[in-house]
């Protein structure tokens, strides 16, 4: 039988390196939102955040209210110039007047967190940022700030640590390279 590990071409990040990194991402929170007074909203997107924003948000000292989107995009393909956003979840939340803090897994065409950002400004929060585990700069279509990112990544397709390939390998605590024989 063939094992998970046989799967995967590199470790990029190790869970050592992943929890420092989610840890001074925390702290940096805590600093940029002081005033406790004003609501700040983390919003995960569905299903590949979800390991990321369990962490993040147990390393952020203040107050914090959280909420998840599911969203499905298709366009994606080199012949589309501009790709659709759908969303499959909304918020259970209001986020008039909030601080919400968009926490995704990882930015690649950036098509996504552009439409997600827009939406949240539409909708009245007090403002959008971006916190992105990782950051695919090189894929990169739509132009989107990245206020919080965790690492950068190559080109390459990316698993574990709450992203899939196909459903499979969020459960590993590190974050790797997938062998291109899995997926092509
Ligand atoms: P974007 O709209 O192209 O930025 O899409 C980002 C979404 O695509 C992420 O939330 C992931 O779900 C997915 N994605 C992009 N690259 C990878 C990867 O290397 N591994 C796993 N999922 C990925
Ligand atoms: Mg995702």
Same mark, same amino acid.
């Given at each position: 039988?063939?094992?998970?590990? $046989?799967?995967?071409?590199?470790?990029?990040?190790?869970?050592?390196?992943?929890?420092?990194?989610? *840890?001074?991402?925390?702290? +940096?929170?805590?600093?940029?939102?002081?005033?406790? /007074?004003?609501?700040?909203?983390?919003?995960? #997107?569905?299903?590949?955040?979800?390991?990321?924003?369990?962490?993040? #948000?147990?390393?952020? =000292?203040?107050?914090?209210?959280?909420?998840?989107?599911?969203? /499905? /995009?298709?366009?994606?393909?080199?012949?589309?110039?501009?790709?659709?956003?759908?969303?499959?979840?909304?918020?259970? =939340?209001?986020?008039?007047?909030?601080? !919400?803090?968009?926490? $995704?897994?990882?930015?690649?065409?950036?098509?996504?967190? &552009?439409?997600?950002?827009?939406?949240?400004?539409?909708?009245? *929060?007090? &403002?959008?940022?971006?916190?992105?585990?990782?950051?695919? *700069? +090189?894929?990169? !279509?739509?132009?989107?700030? #990245?206020?919080?990112?965790?690492?950068? !990544?190559?080109? =390459?397709?990316?698993?574990?640590?709450?992203?899939?390939? /196909? =459903?499979?390998?969020?459960?590993?605590?590190?974050?790797? *390279?997938?062998? $291109? &024989?899995?997926?092509?």
């Amino acid at each position: 039988m063939k094992t998970i590990t $046989e799967d995967i071409k590199t470790v990029l990040f190790d869970e050592q390196t992943v929890r420092r990194r989610v *840890a001074e991402m925390g702290a +940096e929170i805590t600093r940029d939102y002081p005033d406790h /007074s004003e609501d700040l909203i983390l919003i995960g #997107i569905l299903k590949g955040a979800v390991v990321f924003m369990a962490d993040l #948000i147990r390393e952020i =000292e203040r107050p914090v209210y959280i909420d998840f989107m599911s969203v /499905s /995009s298709y366009g994606k393909g080199k012949a589309e110039s501009r790709g659709v956003v759908r969303i499959l979840k909304d918020l259970d =939340e209001d986020i008039l007047n909030k601080h !919400v803090l968009l926490v $995704e897994d990882i930015v690649d065409s950036g098509l996504t967190l &552009s439409y997600l950002s827009d939406i949240m400004v539409r909708r009245g *929060a007090k &403002s959008v940022k971006i916190a992105s585990l990782l950051n695919k *700069a +090189e894929r990169r !279509v739509n132009i989107v700030k #990245i206020d919080y990112c965790g690492f950068p !990544v190559p080109n =390459e397709f990316i698993v574990g640590y709450g992203l899939d390939y /196909s =459903e499979t390998y969020r459960h590993l605590t590190y974050i790797g *390279a997938l062998k $291109e &024989s899995v997926y092509k």
